[in-house]
């Protein structure tokens, strides 16, 4: 009897003890809504919107998270599920007659297609000048490459309008995530339709910024890496440390490997110029160089022997995260930008949400994913 009610104590206890501290769905839009800026409307909509693709794709609910994500939204649209970008119809318009040149088709014959009437009734050539937004050109591009012969032609069934949504998401990715991983909502169109939405372009914005592991201590290099493209932090440090050792001038854009060039680029001729040291040849090097877009570069011998050299050299370990040196070159751009403004400037903007609810940033990432 005495056992039992050992037992029975033990048990009671266990019952009385603390509740598990796991969020419910409500209680993880709740927070999420208490960081969103005060003016926001339909704050509800954005926090579900945000907390679906974060519990989908199982990344932490933490403040610093919720202001990384609220961070880059901010930066990229201002809270706009289909921002409209100034002077579309410009850009626009330059891009048709890039591809016309490129094809060296007429002007005449390109005047003559967009004079044929839409689907909506507005010749194609109305509906490019109305269109505001990235959505409304989108729309305009994807019909005619589906109705119009010179549209495939131009297009090659490539539609120029490569980003959309509340955070500019490339639409490649979204496209290629949505292969590799199931996407948590129906799709009534296409992927690249869904990513002009506020559901679709968070989910998509929210699993390139955080769905992927990286070994990187400071949200800075995700914010660069959001800019410039998953490990360019990581390979700009490679590239830093294969600049110190040859004495060669680098780039540090984070593109390891110039694919589709018959030369080498300045990246493979300078770990050339090492392969006594690193005890590897041409062919080693190049193979390594190509897991550059992937978590598993950090395991090939080229980078472990650069780095144990860079490391040795210096005396202590060098940087193994440097954000890229990239000029921002697109046709909405109408100033000098760089990869490093777009990473500084959602830094500041993370503290800003952090200070809303009076929390200070974290120094180092949170324990995902290594």
């Given at each position: ?24 769905a409500s209680e993880g839009r709740a927070l999420i809504a208490s960081y969103l800026p005060a003016s926001l409307a339909d704050k509800e909509g954005w926090a579900a919107d945000i907390y679906t693709p974060m519990a989908v794709l ?68 109305e509906r490019i000048e109305s269109a505001k937004t990235e959505r409304q050109l989108s729309d305009v591009f994807e019909e005619m490459i589906d109705r119009v012969p010179l549209g495939r032609t131009f297009f090659a069934d490539q ?94 854009d984070g593109d390891l490997v110039l694919f589709g060039q018959s030369h080498a680029g300045e990246t493979a001729t300078a770990a050339r110029s090492l392969a006594g040291e690193l005890g590897m040849d041409a062919a080693q090097i ?85």
């Amino acid at each position: 009897m005495r056992r039992i009610a050992i037992l029975l104590v033990l048990v009671l206890a266990g019952c009385a003890g603390p509740r598990s501290t796991q969020m419910t769905a409500s209680e993880g839009r709740a927070l999420i809504a208490s960081y969103l800026p005060a003016s926001l409307a339909d704050k509800e909509g954005w926090a579900a919107d945000i907390y679906t693709p974060m519990a989908v794709l199982e990344i932490p609910l933490t403040p610093d998270n919720i202001c990384a994500i609220l961070s880059v939204t901010e930066q990229e649209s201002g809270f706009k599920a289909d921002p409209p970008v100034p002077n579309l119809g410009k850009i626009a318009w330059a891009e048709i007659q890039k591809r016309r040149e490129k094809a060296g088709i007429p002007e005449m014959v390109v005047e003559a297609a967009l004079g044929v009437r839409s689907k909506t009734g507005a010749t194609y050539r109305e509906r490019i000048e109305s269109a505001k937004t990235e959505r409304q050109l989108s729309d305009v591009f994807e019909e005619m490459i589906d109705r119009v012969p010179l549209g495939r032609t131009f297009f090659a069934d490539q539609n120029p309008v490569r980003t959309g949504g509340p955070m500019q998401v490339s639409v490649a990715f979204a496209v290629a995530h949505a292969k590799a991983k199931r996407y948590p909502y129906q799709v009534v169109e296409s992927v690249r339709d869904e990513v002009f939405t506020r559901r679709g372009g968070m989910y998509f914005g929210i699993a390139h910024l955080l769905d992927y592991p990286a070994s990187y201590d400071r949200y800075l290099y995700r914010y660069a890496d959001y800019n410039a493209g998953h490990y360019a932090s990581r390979n700009a440090a490679f590239q830093q440390a294969l600049a110190t050792m040859t004495g060669r001038k680098i780039t540090l854009d984070g593109d390891l490997v110039l694919f589709g060039q018959s030369h080498a680029g300045e990246t493979a001729t300078a770990a050339r110029s090492l392969a006594g040291e690193l005890g590897m040849d041409a062919a080693q090097i190049r193979r390594d160089l190509e897991q550059g877009k992937n978590r598993e570069f950090e395991q090939t011998a080229l980078y472990r022997k650069v780095f144990e050299l860079a490391d040795r050299r210096g005396g202590k370990p060098v940087a193994r995260a440097v954000v890229p040196t990239i000029d921002l070159q697109s046709a909405k751009i109408t100033r000098p930008l760089t990869t490093a403004w777009f990473a500084d400037r959602v830094v500041a903007r993370h503290r800003q949400c952090l200070a809303r609810q009076g929390k200070v940033a974290e120094t180092g990432m949170p324990p995902f994913p290594s």
